[in-house]
């Protein structure tokens, strides 16, 4: 069978070598079984993105001799298809809105926080109806969460959130193997529960370590020097920058 993988990076800097090897690895794995590497702009966060850095991203992954299948999926120019899961989900009765803020979350947590910030305490979820009602007819600001399990699947700025997006993603693009770094497997469990909510099919998950500096630092937007495009301007080859990441731990 032919792999389908893809590589969803998000246009709020340059692609740093981190990047590169999550990019090398995805298009590795569908190369092994002759199969299709996709690539999807993640852009629904309006206010971080630029389309500068979009066009950054095409332009490093060429400069890596990657290639993709056109047309190029972006994610903010698919909002319908989110309106619609949710709509789904919330037809069903399966959502609650909340009105919290990040600072009364916080201080209502009650367990440490984990790779998405502080737990969920469910004050809202335990909102009467009438309590519920009154807000929004106030006009309150509410984000959607999972009546289940509490995960966002609306921001309130944004009406979707990063796991709806994946997994709806994930389905209509046909992928068939997500591979991401390490610090994205909690992650998992999260969508393959929108995914059975939704009845999306489940692809595969294949997780590869996150790629650190010389100092065991994993690499981060700030670290410039560190860009492809700072590598290439300094006269480093793509073969240069795929031996590196090969030989920091890149599996592929
Ligand atoms: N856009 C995410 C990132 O930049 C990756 C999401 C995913 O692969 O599911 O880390």
């Keep these: 069978m032919q792999t389908v993988t893809r590589f969803a990076p998000s246009p709020t800097g340059r692609l740093h070598l981190g990047h590169a090897y999550a990019a090398l690895f995805a298009a590795d794995r569908a190369a092994r079984t002759g199969g299709r590497f996709l690539l999807r702009i993640e852009d629904i966060d309006r206010s971080r993105c630029r389309t500068e850095f979009e066009a950054g991203i095409l332009e490093d992954l060429a400069w890596l001799g990657l290639e993709w299948e056109e047309p190029v999926r972006r994610q903010s120019d698919h909002m319908a298809d989110y309106a619609a899961a949710l709509a789904s989900l919330d037809e069903r009765g399966l959502l609650y809105p909340c009105f919290c803020t990040r600072r009364e979350i916080e ?15 469910g004050i809202c979820r335990a909102l009467t ?4 009602a009154m807000r929004l007819a106030r006009g309150d600001a509410y984000a959607l969460r999972l009546t289940e399990d509490d995960t966002v699947v609306a921001r309130k700025d944004i009406r979707t959130s990063y796991h709806l997006a994946v997994v709806v993603d ?34 595969a998950y294949e997780h590869h370590p996150v790629l650190t500096d010389a ?30 990441i090969r030989c920091s731990g890149g599996v592929f």
């Design 107 to 121: 201080a209502a947590a009650t367990a440490p926080h984990g790779p998405e910030g502080a737990p969920y305490s």
């Design 129 to 132: 109806g009438a309590e519920r």
């Design 170 to 203: 994930d389905a209509l693009q046909g992928v068939t193997l997500v591979t991401r770094g390490a610090d994205l497997a909690f992650a998992v469990p999260i969508q393959n529960r929108l995914q059975r909510l939704l009845g999306l099919p489940v692809p």
């Design 215 to 244: 100092d065991g630092r994993r690499f981060a937007k700030r670290d410039r020097a560190l860009t492809l495009v700072s590598l290439r301007e300094s006269g480093v080859s793509p073969d240069a920058v795929q031996a590196r």
